[in-house]
C-alpha cells in the first residue's frame, strides 16, 4: 500500500509545539512525509510539479519562489530613532563575531530598513526551551521574539502578543504572500484565526526535503558495482564497504530510525498519512519489526558504526574524513560541507546520492522526509513594544522584493551578480570564504536558516555543489 503526500498545512500542524533549530547544525528537525505512488521518488522536474498541483487542490498551495512586494521599497530605509529589542533562537551572529554589531547582515539590515535592532539570544549553553521560559517571566519583554508558539493564542489573549490582523495595514508584503499562498495562511494563525506571527517559510518543496542516503561513488566505481536500489542490493554493498575498507554505515544519533533503511519495510519511525487520510505511527507497525531485525543483522556483523549512540554531525564528518563511513543518512548541507573539506584535503573520494531501498526492483519508495513548508517558528511582536507600526514595517521588509533579495543572497554587486539573463551568482567572498560557503552566507546572508522570511531555492542551488543538489532532485 502506497501512502499519499502529507500536505503542508496538515505536516504544520503536526510540528506545533516543536521547537526551532537553527544556527551551524544539522538542517532542523524532520516530519514525515509520503511520496505519491503517481508522482513517485520525485527525481525529475515534471514530477514535482505533478506534486505540487495535486497538494494545491488539498488546498495547501505552496509559495512562490520569487517574493512580490506588496508596497514600493522606497519605504525603505525607514524614517525613524526607534529602537528596538529582538529574542531569536535563531540568526546568531556567525562564531567568530563576538557580537551582532560586528556581523555584516545585522549591521546592513538595520541600514537597509532604518531600525536600530538591539539583537538577544539564548545564553550559550542553555537550551531553546529553557531561554525562553526565562525570557517570558521577565516584566521588561523585548519587542519582538522569534521561537516556534505552541500556545500563541492563549498569548494573545493573555495580552502578551499582538494580534497582526488588528495591524496588517503595516505588512502589506506578508499580507499579499499570504493571500495569494492560503496554505501558508492557514498554518500561521492560531486555533481562533489570529494571525500571530512572521512566519519562516521555505520557498519551494524541495527545501523541505533534505535528508537522505549517500554513499561512497568512488568506491562503487572501484569495487565496479551498481548504485543500489534494493535492500539486498544495499545489504550486499555495506558488506563488500566493510570487507574492503572497514567502512561503517552511519548517521548522526537520533537520526538511525529517522528513515532511509526503515521505507523498505513500508514504515517510519514517526506519524504519516496512509491511503484513508488516516495518521498511522511507524513503529506499531508490522514493517517496523521486521526493520529492527534487519538493523541488528547488520549490528552484529559490524556494519552500524558502533559509535551511533553518541555520533554528532563533527564527530561523523571526522569518520567520513578519515575514510570510516561508506554509507551515510544525511542531509545536503551535511554533504556540501564534506565534499568541501574533502576537496581542501586533495582527496579524490566522492560521495553519491541514491534513493532509499525498495524490497523489489521497479518499487517506488512508499515514504521520504519532507518537512513543512512552514514549520511554526515565526517572530511574533509583544505588547511590550515601543512602537508596534515600526517592528512589523521592519519585519515586513524581509517579504518585500528587495528584503528577500537580501535575507537570501545578500548586497547586490558584493556577495551575487545578475547577468542580462537574470541568472544569479554568488561572488568569490561567498563561494571562497576560507571558513566554508554555510559560514560566509551565516555572516552576509538570513536565511540558510530560520528567521522570518522565505526561503529562496535559488539560495541553496548556488550554495551547494552539484551533487547535492542531485541528491535533492533524486
Known amino acids: ?11 504544520a500542524a503536526l510540528m506545533t509545539g516543536l521547537l526551532s533549530g537553527c544556527g551551524q547544525q544539522e538542517e532542523g528537525a524532520s516530519q514525515n512525509v509520503s511520496a505519491d505512488a503517481e508522482s513517485g521518488s520525485q527525481s525529475s522536474e515534471a514530477s514535482q510539479d505533478k506534486e505540487s498541483e495535486e497538494t494545491s487542490d488539498e488546498s495547501s498551495q505552496e509559495p ?44 546592513k539590515l538595520s541600514e537597509n530598513t532604518g531600525v536600530d535592532i538591539q539583537w538577544e539570544f539564548p545564553t550559550e549553553g542553555v537550551d531553546n526551551e529553557t531561554a525562553y521560559n526565562l525570557m517570558m517571566t521577565d516584566p521588561d519583554m523585548p519587542d519582538i521574539i522569534f521561537y516556534s508558539f505552541s500556545n500563541a493564542q492563549e498569548l494573545i489573549d493573555d495580552g502578551v502578543l499582538v494580534n497582526l490582523d488588528d495591524y496588517i495595514e503595516y505588512a502589506p508584503n506578508l499580507a499579499k504572500y499570504l493571500e495569494e499562498n492560503p496554505g501558508v495562511d492557514k498554518a500561521v494563525r492560531t486555533e481562533n484565526g489570529a494571525l500571530y506571527m512572521f512566519p519562516w517559510v521555505r520557498g519551494d518543496s524541495r527545501l523541505a526535503t533534505f535528508r537522505g542516503m549517500a554513499v561512497r561513488g568512488d568506491w562503487l566505481e572501484e569495487q565496479q558495482m551498481e548504485a543500489p536500489e534494493t535492500l539486498a542490493e544495499l545489504d550486499e554493498l555495506a558488506h563488500v564497504f566493510k570487507d574492503k575498507y572497514g567502512a561503517y554505515f552511519s548517521t548522526v544519533d537520533g537520526w538511525l530510525y529517522d528513515g532511509g533503511i526503515s521505507t523498505a519495510f513500508d ?24 526493520y529492527l531485525i534487519f538493523m541488528k543483522s547488520w549490528y552484529d556483523d559490524g556494519i552500524i558504526d558502533p559509535d551511533f549512540a553518541t555520533v554528532d554531525s563533527n564527530i ?31 582527496s579524490d573520494a566522492t560521495w553519491t546520492p541514491i534513493l532509499n531501498p525498495v524490497k523489489n526492483k ?96 535559488r539560495m541553496y542551488v548556488q550554495k551547494n555543489v552539484p551533487l547535492v543538489v542531485d541528491c535533492i532532485d533524486t
Open 316 to 346: 561523523l564528518k571526522t569518520k567520513v574524513l578519515n575514510d570510516e563511513v561508506g554509507i551515510a543518512y544525511t542531509s545536503g548541507g551535511t554533504v556540501n560541507t564534506w565534499m568541501g573539506e574533502i576537496a581542501a584535503l586533495g
Open 362 to 457: 521497479g518499487d517506488i519508495t512508499p515514504l521520504s522526509q519532507m518537512d513543512p513548508l512552514t514549520t511554526g517558528g515565526g517572530a511574533a511582536v509583544t505588547t511590550n513594544c515601543k512602537d508596534i507600526e515600526v517592528a512589523i514595517r521592519f519585519l515586513d521588509y524581509a517579504y518585500s522584493e528587495e528584503g528577500a533579495m537580501y535575507y537570501n543572497f545578500g548586497t547586490e554587486g558584493e556577495t551575487y551578480t545578475i547577468d542580462a539573463e537574470g541568472n544569479l551568482t554568488f561572488t568569490d567572498l561567498i563561494m571562497k570564504d576560507p571558513d566554508g560557503v554555510n559560514a560566509a552566507l551565516d555572516k552576509y546572508c538570513g536565511t540558510q536558516w530560520a528567521t522570518a522570511s522565505i526561503q529562496d531555492k
Open 1 to 11: 500500500m502506497k501512502k499519499k503526500a502529507l500536505s503542508a498545512v496538515l505536516a
Open 64 to 107: 512562490s519562489e520569487e517574493t512580490s512586494g506588496g508596497e514600493e521599497a522606497s519605504l525603505y530605509p525607514l524614517d525613524t530613532d526607534i529602537s528596538l529589542r529582538y529574542w531569536s533562537t535563531c540568526n546568531k551572529p556567525y562564531t567568530s563575531y563576538s557580537d551582532y554589531t560586528e556581523s555584516p547582515f545585522h549591521v
Open 267 to 290: 514504515t517510519w519511525e514517526g506519524y504519516y498519512i496512509d491511503d484513508d487520510r488516516k495518521a498511522c505511527f511507524g513503529p506499531a507497525n508490522e514493517g517496523w519489526r521486521e
